[in-house]
């Protein structure tokens, strides 16, 4: 069973970076795709950044495109979400996912591909 913890989030000032982490379990990162996604208050979840299980192969929003990227460490079982520039509409609990078949890869990242999820951590982003 797949297991994801997110860690990082908190309190940070418009312009400010954060780091968040997911320690994900056993041959995760090596056998699915991976995502972030977020939700902000009354709004829908969405997708923001995903990379691929066996490649570099990486897609982000356009809305953090060039401010946001993701990556992994497999030796760790870690994923990463390094945010810089962060905005007030930043503001989400984020959550780390991975694709609902394992060994596939077809680039697109759509919000109802995913399947796991963690328990999300909190970013607020302040004025």
């Known amino acids: 069973q797949v297991q994801l913890v997110e860690s990082g989030g908190g309190l940070v000032q418009a312009g400010g970076s954060l780091r968040l982490s997911c320690a994900t379990s056993g041959r995760t990162l090596s056998s699915y795709d991976m995502g972030w996604l977020r939700q902000a208050p009354g709004k829908e979840r969405e997708f923001i950044a995903g990379?691929?299980?066996?490649?570099?192969?990486?897609l982000y929003a356009n809305s953090v495109k060039g401010r946001f990227t993701i990556s992994r460490d497999y030796a760790k079982n870690m994923l990463y979400l390094q945010m810089n520039s962060l905005a007030e509409d930043d503001t989400a609990v984020y959550y780390c996912?991975?694709?609902?078949?394992?060994?596939?890869?077809?680039?697109?990242?759509?919000?109802?591909?995913?399947?796991?999820w963690g328990q999300g951590t909190q970013v607020t982003v302040s004025s």
């Open positions: 996912a991975t694709h609902r078949r394992p060994n596939y890869h077809d680039g697109r990242f759509l919000l109802s591909d995913f399947g796991s």
């Open positions: 990379i691929s299980y066996i490649s570099t192969d990486t």
